[in-house]
Structures are given as structure tokens and as C-alpha cells.
């Protein structure tokens, strides 16, 4: 099951397990509640809020975050043995979900902007959560949950990444910034040209993928 929450932020379950991916500070003060594994793709706030990380496992003892070490550093001495810290080429299990770990820098913004650290996730070798980069796996990728839209990217390349991931379907991510007027023509030129099914859920709305 997979359930879209505001922006970046995804809720995935499986056999009672929830995983969830990038509750940052433009998705809902809840969002990573009741998770049992939490993952973060870099430091910039709409993707970590240290806040609701920390709500998070003070409020369920046994999960655990897995993120790079910009974000761990920021946390992990709260929480002995339980923040994790990983970057490209690592695989681990996190509540049952077989991830894989894509990607080490974040889109460029502008040239004058010192570029970060960010990483993706491959989740169970299908579901693939880039953050904020273009990251293109080096194997198969069924559901490309796609930043749609960000100050460091113009829809050309978003239909271009698509093109290139060449997944199954793509549901849109990374769009609190995205206005209802956009979004028709988001929706249009992505699904006629990206070559892939192209998807769009409001936050709480789910998927069964």
C-alpha cells in the first residue's frame, strides 16, 4: 500500500509494517507517526524536520531512521543505535522493506549554491524515491515517485528523467509548491511525453502499487 502524503513525503506498508519516506516540515505533523522505519533523503527542511523525527521515535521505541550523514549527525546522539547512516551503493532491511541506496548529490540549484549531499532509495527493487536529484538507478524501476516540481528543475528535464528511468508508472512527489493552474499542464505534457503512465494522488489518498 502506498499512501501519498503532502510533498516529498510517502507512507509504504507491507505485512503491518510501515515505512516511511522524507516527513519534512511541508507535510502533515504526523506523518512519520506509527512509522517503523523512517528514511531521509537529505537535509533541506521540506525533506527532514527534526522535530517530527524525534516525535517519531520517542513515540514508538523500536523505529529506526536510515538517512546520510548530514541528517544522522543532526539526531543519531538522541537515539543510541537507532539512526543510521548509509550512502550510495548500501542496501540494508529497514521493517521488512529490502532497500537500496542510489544517488550522492543534490540537484544543482544555481552554480553559486554549494551543491549537498542527497540520496535515493530503491525500495523492494520497484518503488524509487530520488529526493531531490535525477538519480537514474542501474536497474529496473517500476514506480518512479517523481519531484515534479522544484526551484532546481523545469519540466523539460522532469519529462527527460522520466524518459531515462523509464519506469512502469510515475507519481508525482515534490509538488506542494505546484499550483492547481500548473498542474493540468504538468499532468498533460508529462503523461503525453514521458512514455511512462503518469500519476497524481492528493495527500492522504492511497495506491495499491
Known sequence: MFTKKTHACVRLEKDGHTLVIDPGAFSEDDAALDA??????????????????????EARPGAEIWTLKSVADQISAAFPGRVHTVGHGDTFTAAGFDVQVHGELHAVIHPDIPRITNVGYLVDGSVFHPGDALTVPDQPVQTLLLPVMAPWSKISEVIDYVREVKPQRAYDV????????????????????????HLRLTPGETAEL
Not at 36 to 57: K, M, N, Q, S, W
Open 174 to 197: 515534490h509538488d506542494a509548491l505546484l499550483t492547481d493552474l500548473a498542474r493540468p499542464i504538468y499532468d498533460h505534457q508529462i503523461g503525453a511525453l514521458g512514455g511512462a503512465e
Open 36 to 57: 517503523d522505519a523512517i528514511l531521509v533523503t537529505h537535509e533541506h527542511p521540506d525533506h527532514f524536520h527534526e522535530g517530527r523525527l524525534r516525535a517519531a521515535l
